[in-house]
């Protein structure tokens, strides 16, 4: 699942493994693959894509947060393979979650295969860096499954603050928070 050659494509952050840039049409079979997977889906709360034009058209939805909000998920491409990973980054959300509305959410999913070598909290890190030193965010969210121990892990270490467990479409979540101020001592350190 080589992303081919995409120079010409937006890259919104690097790290010393991947590159995160803007999906596109292109990363098709990856982006099925893997959201294809019922792994990657038991802490989601959806289904598994079924068929490949479901992962066109979810990647033309986030393609479309890039017009209407300057914001979407980006593509994971590991660096010394040019293979799509996965996706991270921030996405606005724009309707009411856990009392607040229009933030900045982080989020990642991977597929299994790079579960567990330290991709997701590299490219949460990028993210965050993204958010606070180019769009010079105030503050960034992020939600996961009480149960999901994994990402409740990166997130705590890439220096989200637990705020609060919430019901979340029937499911209990953790709230995370971060400021700027918070981000800027962390880098000082």
């Excluded at 292109?26 to 889906?41: I, L, N, R």
């Excluded at 802490?43 to 017009?67: D, H, T």
């Excluded at 996706?87 to 856990?98: F, Q, S, V």
């Excluded at 959410?105 to 990028?126: I, M």
Aim: charged content about 20%; hydrophobic content about 40%; proline content about 3%.
């Amino acid at each position: 699942m080589n992303s081919g050659n995409f120079a010409a494509m937006k890259v919104y952050a690097e790290t010393e493994r991947l590159r995160l840039r803007e999906l596109v049409p292109a990363d098709v079979d990856g982006f099925f693959e893997m959201d294809s997977d019922p792994d990657v889906h038991i802490y989601l709360g959806s289904q598994p894509l079924q068929q490949k034009e479901q992962a066109a058209n979810a990647i033309q939805f986030i393609r479309q947060q890039y017009i209407d909000n300057g914001i979407g998920r980006w593509a994971v491409i590991e660096k010394n393979t040019n293979t799509f990973v996965g996706w991270a980054g921030l996405k606005l959300i724009t309707e009411p979650t856990n009392n607040h509305i229009n933030y900045l959410d982080l989020g990642y999913r991977l597929s299994k295969k790079y579960w567990g070598k330290g991709y997701a909290s590299e490219a949460a890190a990028a993210s965050l860096t993204y958010a606070f030193n180019e769009l010079y965010a105030n503050q960034v969210y992020a939600i996961a499954d009480c149960n999901n121990t994994a990402s409740n892990r990166i997130l705590l270490k890439t220096g989200l603050i637990l705020v609060e467990t919430f019901v979340h479409h029937h499911v209990p979540c953790n709230w995370y928070k971060t400021d700027r101020l918070t981000f800027e001592s962390k880098q000082l350190k």
